[in-house]
């Protein structure tokens, strides 16, 4: 039983825009802080950026602060990243998570509790 569904990744040149958005069950959002992640070819999965339950806390990796931002519609069940100025070096694979608390976000390795199944993003430069 797929749990987070992501949608909205592409092909873009470095520079633009895209958001992807995940849209979760009832049950799963509201209980959970969410985040995203990405894996590129050859490199480990990283942490890219979450929000608290409520919506009050975010955080960022460093290398997309002041380019991403993420917020979440607890109305809709779904949480958005939007990325602005985009790099070649953010190609990956983004995941959507969810966890219990948001700082579990960043532990090594997270500790989430769901996972969707992952959508590209490909930035050509």
């Known amino acids: 039983q797929v749990q987070l569904v992501e949608s909205g990744g592409g092909l873009v040149q470095a520079g633009g825009s895209l958001r992807l958005s995940c849209a979760a069950s009832?049950?799963?959002?509201?209980?959970?802080?969410m985040g995203w992640f990405r894996q590129a070819p050859g490199k480990e999965r990283e942490f890219v950026t979450a929000?608290?339950?409520?919506?009050?806390?975010?955080y960022y990796a460093d290398s997309v602060k002041g380019r991403f931002t993420i917020s979440r519609d607890n109305a809709k069940n779904t949480v958005y990243l939007q990325m602005n100025s985009l790099k070649p070096e953010d190609t990956a694979v983004y995941y959507c998570a969810a966890a219990g608390l948001i700082g579990y976000m960043t532990e090594t390795p997270p500790r989430t509790n769901y996972w969707g199944q992952g959508t590209q993003v490909t930035v050509s430069s």
């Open positions: 009832g049950s799963i959002f509201s209980r959970n802080a």
């Open positions: 929000v608290s339950r409520g919506g009050g806390s975010t």
